[in-house]
């Protein structure tokens, strides 16, 4: 894979300069140490619990920024969006807060806390029922119509390049933890779909003593197989997943032209162990993950071997489940 980008990368003060702009409208979330983990891979491993975040995921962070950056113009028109849920649910409540108004285009399969926590912050919401070529891209399509039947600025969910620079306050706040308490990260790993996690994360962790993981849903490692093959690729999208918020096929031109200056490997899980990881959140750390979001401490259980012995950073990135689903998975 080449060593260097196509895309121009910001500096790291430009990336702390937009987290400032963030702060005072985001969370610090709490990095947890895993001691009973830990002490099975004979290793240290800590959690980014970003599902503390406001609106339960780390999308606000992007969300609140890129509207920031909108013009008076575009402030006055609207935003438009499609997303399965966790970017909805944060730019709905971003544009509460900016008095900006937010129209938003949502599979009509996505789960009821979303579609419903969306509504609720004043967004307006249309159900897209199609699903050929794929939920994402029907979706995308309705949304590009509507932006330009009603004169909306579009926003893409997960590959706007402001976004990405937005998403990256993840990692230099976990940075900044890293450092107060003085630890030395080996790995870290990043829920992955269209991929703004896992850049904004290289952003920051760029100097390669620290290995990044782009964690993904088995059938939808579309980053896995874009770095394999060192152009963007696409996965098949077929498998049935409970990840809703991972479910691109393919990673976003410009996440993926980020990912190329460090060395990024993919990771992707099956299934069984993410409901494992969700069941051991709840247990042992009192924490409510939905599925996308205990995807990176669901890779420790399907591949300790690659952890043992070593730092291991994972962020859980959302809390957002249907409380049915939660209830069912915890009891089984």
Do not use: W
């Not at 990336?15 to 895993?34: E, F, G, H, M, S």
């Not at 205990?294 to 070593?310: D, H, M, N, T, V």
């Amino acid at each position: 894979m080449p060593t260097s980008p196509s895309v121009t990368l910001p500096e790291l003060k430009e990336l702390r300069a937009i987290y400032n702009v963030q702060k005072p409208y985001t969370r610090v979330t709490p990095l947890i140490p895993l001691e009973d983990l830990s002490n099975e891979i004979q290793g240290k491993i800590y959690l980014k619990a970003e599902s503390l975040q406001k609106t339960g995921a780390f999308k606000f962070r992007g969300a609140i920024y890129r509207l920031l950056q909108l013009n008076n113009n575009e402030r006055a028109r609207g935003v438009i969006a499609y997303s399965s849920g966790n970017f909805a649910r944060g730019l709905a409540a971003a544009g509460e807060i900016l008095n900006i108004d937010v129209h938003l285009v949502m599979p009509a399969d996505a789960p009821k806390i979303k579609i419903q926590s969306a509504e609720a912050h004043g967004a307006n919401i249309k159900l897209c029922h199609e699903f050929e070529p794929t939920r994402e891209e029907a979706a995308a399509q309705l949304a590009h119509q509507l932006s330009q039947q009603h004169g909306l600025t579009l926003l893409h969910p997960f590959d706007d390049p402001e976004l990405i620079k937005g998403q990256s306050a993840v990692a230099l706040e976990l940075s900044d933890q890293l450092k107060e308490l003085e630890i030395s990260c080996d790995n870290l790993l990043c829920p992955t779909g269209g991929g703004s996690l896992i850049a904004g994360s290289s952003m920051i962790f760029d100097d390669k003593s620290t290995q990044l993981f782009a964690v993904e849903a088995e059938g939808y490692e579309g980053m896995t197989l874009s770095i394999e093959k060192g152009v963007r690729a696409r996965a098949h999208g077929k498998t049935i997943s409970s990840c809703d918020a991972l479910q691109a096929i393919s990673p976003g031109k410009n996440n993926f032209e980020v990912i190329r200056h460090t060395e990024v490997i993919g990771l992707p899980v099956k299934e069984s162990y993410i409901n494992q990881a969700i069941q051991h959140a709840a247990s042992h750390l009192k924490l409510i993950l939905e599925p996308s979001g205990a995807i990176s401490l669901a890779a420790l259980f399907q591949y300790p071997e690659k952890f043992r012995g070593q730092t291991t950073v994972i962020i859980a990135s959302g809390g957002n489940i249907d409380i049915e689903r939660y209830a069912d998975i915890i009891s089984h």
